[in-house]
């Protein structure tokens, strides 16, 4: 049975839909007036491999990951830029696709703008207003009544006393309690505004989640997730928000997705510590993120360096060195009582336990190895092809295998010889061994050798990888 660690219990219990077969999963997206970094590539990789699976498993998903497409930093960097704060979005919604694409993420099933649900917006904050769980400040803002709503902290595991005198609350003499937080703001000159009952402005931050899921997935969802620094305050407000408007339990299932770290510190864009997915595939192939990302658990931190990339490549070479010896396979059932998919799929029923999966992938590649050494060819290559078809559930070894040992798993840099350039000296030695001029043969063979090419002579003739 499928286990996944539930931040608000803080333990792992079984997933029951409310609905099943249904699942209804809200993942929080990017706020876009930037490139998407490693860490924004994190979250959209395990809620991919996240939908694949719980799909596998044969649960009717519906994948919603939202856009904020206004907020501070948005009005702030078009500002900077002297652009429309909607060409910034639009350029950076576009910048996010193609990021996501190149990383073998699947599209959500929906996914909502912030900018489209102004209407939905206003009406939940009617409703709390109604329920007086909300207030109109002097100042033109609405905000939450925090202490209104019995219950806060628990997700974060905070008290109220504690929060409340914390350093971290702001100040603002506007509020009636320190902690709560606004759902509308009245608009400052010169910023893009909305017409509401409370006057020109726009929503906060937190409300957008609570109405998007809501309008998108209706009152209450299985799964809500994003990156573990959402946890408080966004969540737990969003729980406050959702659950004083509706009287329901918003949630069943929260999954937070721990931070990326440089030098044992979060990446993020305000501590300018941060690497973009476009930096980091101008170096690598895609895949070779994306296993880097797949091969820790979702919940711990992930510390991102050369070495550990360098690692990521080097296990996906090992994995195509296995899968080179075959075509590309189409794609087979997977029987649930094989032995190599039950060792799999408990590994994933246990939390998404992707590292404990790949050992897994792992030793199969070693039993194939073993089986091609043994002159077991056909069964060889069913195994490969349950390889390749579990490995499609957390979206790598799908590419083709000589291609990327071709590459050694890099991009290529402008000064390396191309693959024709490469091929015309692999031709050129091929026929100097024809012709028993081994000198130039090996000669051939060293010049490509200190391009970093790195020859396999087969029966099928000469393989060749970047080192």
């Known amino acids: 049975m499928m286990q996944i ?22 993942v929080c997206g990017m706020t876009v007036y930037d490139y998407c970094h490693v860490g924004h590539a994190r ?4 809620f991919d491999y996240v939908a694949r699976y719980l799909r596998f498993l044969g649960f009717d998903l519906t994948y919603v990951r939202n856009i904020t497409d206004i907020d501070d930093k948005i009005i702030a960097r078009a500002a900077e830029q002297h652009i429309d704060w909607r060409a910034l979005t639009e350029r950076f919604i576009e910048a996010m696709h193609e990021d996501g ?9 929906v996914e909502p703008k912030a900018t489209d649900y102004m209407a939905e917006m206003i009406a939940m904050n009617r409703q709390l207003i109604d329920k007086q769980h909300a207030y109109l400040a002097d100042n033109g803002d609405v905000y939450f009544a925090v202490r209104s709503f019995k219950g806060y902290g628990r997700l974060g595991g905070r008290d109220l006393d504690d929060l409340r005198a914390g350093a971290r609350v702001d100040v603002d003499a506007s509020k009636r309690d320190p902690l709560d937080f606004a759902l509308w703001k009245s608009a400052k000159p010169g910023e893009p505004y909305w017409v509401s009952p409370w006057g020109k402005g726009r929503p906060g931050w ?5 109405a998007m899921s809501t309008c998108c997935l209706g009152e209450q969802i299985d799964i809500h997730g994003g990156g573990g620094d959402l946890t408080f305050p966004h969540h737990e407000n969003e729980i406050a928000q959702s659950e004083a408007a509706t009287g329901k339990t918003f949630a069943q299932t929260w999954m937070h997705v721990g931070f ?3 030098d044992d510190e979060k990446m993020s864009k305000s501590l300018g510590n941060f690497f973009s997915i476009r930096q980091v595939l101008q170096i690598y192939r895609p895949e070779v993120l994306r296993y880097f990302i797949v091969a820790s658990h979702y919940r711990s931190p992930l510390n991102y360096s050369d070495e550990n990339l360098e690692q990521a490549r080097a296990a996906l070479e090992r994995f195509y060195q296995t899968l080179k010896e075959f075509a590309m396979p189409e794609p ?11 060792s799999f799929t408990a590994a994933m029923e246990d939390d998404f336990n992707t590292p404990e999966a790949l050992s897994v992938l792992f030793d199969l590649a070693r039993d194939i190895n073993r089986m091609l050494n043994d ?3 056909a069964e060889a290559e069913l195994r490969a092809g349950i390889l390749r078809q579990l490995g499609s559930l957390l979206g790598i070894l799908q590419d083709d295998a000589r291609g990327f040992l071709k590459s050694g798993g890099r991009v290529q840099a402008q000064t390396a010889w191309s693959d024709a350039e490469v091929e015309t000296r692999i031709a050129a030695r091929d026929a100097a061994k024809k012709a028993r001029d081994f000198a130039l043969a090996d000669s051939l063979r060293a010049e490509l050798q200190a391009q970093g090419i790195l020859l396999e002579d087969t029966r099928q003739g000469t393989l060749w990888r970047r080192a």
């Open 101 to 109: 694409d190149a990383l073998g993420v699947m599209r959500p099933d």
């Open 5 to 26: 660690y539930n931040t608000a219990s803080r333990n792992k219990q079984v997933l029951q839909p409310l609905l099943p077969p249904k699942i209804k999963m809200y």
């Open 206 to 210: 937190h409300i957008e989640c609570s």
């Open 375 to 377: 002159g077991q060819r």
């Open 332 to 342: 087979v059932q997977l029987d649930r009582e094989n032995p190599w998919v039950k």
């Open 43 to 46: 979250v959209m990789v395990v």
């Open 260 to 262: 990326v770290q440089v």
